[in-house]
């Protein structure tokens, strides 16, 4: 089984960079986006009916902005649209799927803000999802998507210039080792534990992604149950269409 995810930055700027083409090549099982940026009424006919997979969306209250979708083959047998913090599911960052073997979710966790404006916000966001995830126990689980936090010196081009920056703040950063520490698997740095230079969002201008001056901050962790069923880990930065990258994992 195949899962991809991929902030696209507006789905329907990628649809016009032959984002059909890219899902009839890799065929995913299923495919996680973030940042839609759209409402019901605006997704392309031949997404939201997409061939082969059921389609599910969660959009966000406000026009143009963030909202997230999840493109499966096999039907779920349950979908949740909420994380049960008010701001936060209004902005359609959560879509969760529950499969026979495992639970699913699909996130777009808050970016905090250039200045920290909106760090607290950031730091509430995912104190709730670890509450929410204290839920299901020991059932097998899958998170996926845009965290808007680079974990390690690894996970950055400019680590010593950027330690007190947005996404690679002390109090950020422990929250994926809060997530660690609850038992879920990074499954790239699983299977690549020390390598650098692999990233899946670039800063716009500079040259930043012809010369890799980029972040990795998509992931996809997997519970301890799932992490010894995984064969690949994927980063595809030649997939052009946004600032990010898809990112993936193969179970």
């Known amino acids: 089984m195949t899962i991809f995810s991929w902030n696209v930055n507006g789905l329907r700027s990628v649809y016009r960079h032959d984002f059909l083409g890219w899902i009839r090549h890799y065929s995913a099982d299923i495919i996680c986006l973030q940042e839609i940026k759209l409402q019901e009424a605006q997704v392309p006919i031949d997404v939201a009916r997409l061939e082969g997979y059921h389609a599910y969306f969660s959009f966000a209250e406000k026009k143009g902005y963030s909202g997230v979708a999840v ?11 909420e994380l049960g913090f008010e701001q936060f599911d209004r902005e359609g960052r959560f879509l969760q799927l529950e499969f026979p073997d495992f639970t699913l979710l699909n ?3 808050p970016h905090g803000g250039r200045m920290k404006e909106k760090l607290a916000y950031k730091l509430a966001c995912y104190q709730r999802l670890f509450e929410y995830l204290g839920t299901w126990g020991d ?5 996926l998507g845009d965290f808007n936090i680079a974990h390690t010196e690894l996970d950055l081009a400019r680590p010593q210039g950027n330690k007190d920056n947005i996404m690679f703040t002390p ?8 997530l660690v520490d609850r038992g879920f698997v990074d499954s790239f740095r699983q299977r690549h534990p020390n390598e650098n230079g692999h990233y899946s969002w670039w800063p716009y201008g500079f040259e930043a992604r012809p ?7 998509d992931y996809a962790f997997v519970s301890k149950t799932l992490a010894a069923k995984t064969k690949n880990a994927i980063i595809s930065p030649e997939v052009l269409g946004s600032d990010h990258c898809p990112v993936g994992v193969e179970l």
């Open 171 to 178: 109090e950020e950063r422990q929250q994926l080792d809060r």
């Open 71 to 81: 493109f499966t083959k096999s039907k779920p047998l349950r979908v949740t649209r």
């Open 107 to 109: 996130l777009y966790m």
């Open 139 to 143: 059932r097998p689980m899958i998170l």
């Open 211 to 217: 010369r890799n001056i980029g972040w990795r901050i």
